[in-house]
């Protein structure tokens, strides 16, 4: 499958069976906590807003401009 996908086989097989990403995967999971992240889908925007559960197209609309009118202030 992974070369249907367009993907490396060799290459997905060392991720699969290596722990590379183990450190990552344990840091995300650890920032997750303390986002309070119970449930997904979860989404995080800037570090700063988030969006849990399926909402509107709307919701995530209000969060993107918040940021980029934020981001316009830097």
Same mark, same amino acid.
């Given at each position: 499958?992974? &070369? %249907?996908a367009g993907l490396n086989s060799d290459e997905v097989e060392k991720v699969l069976s =290596?722990? @590379?990403? /183990?450190? $990552?995967?344990?840091? @995300?999971?650890? %920032? $997750?906590?303390?986002? =309070?992240?119970? /449930?997904? #889908?979860?989404?995080?925007?800037?570090? &700063?807003? $988030?969006?849990? /559960?399926?909402? #509107? $197209? @709307? !919701?995530?609309? &209000?969060v993107l401009e918040t940021v980029e009118s !934020?981001? &316009?202030?830097?």
């Amino acid at each position: 499958m992974s &070369k %249907e996908a367009g993907l490396n086989s060799d290459e997905v097989e060392k991720v699969l069976s =290596g722990s @590379d990403f /183990g450190n $990552a995967v344990r840091q @995300d999971f650890i %920032e $997750a906590q303390q986002l =309070g992240v119970r /449930g997904v #889908p979860f989404f995080v925007f800037n570090r &700063k807003y $988030a969006i849990s /559960g399926a909402q #509107p $197209a @709307d !919701e995530f609309l &209000k969060v993107l401009e918040t940021v980029e009118s !934020e981001m &316009k202030l830097v």
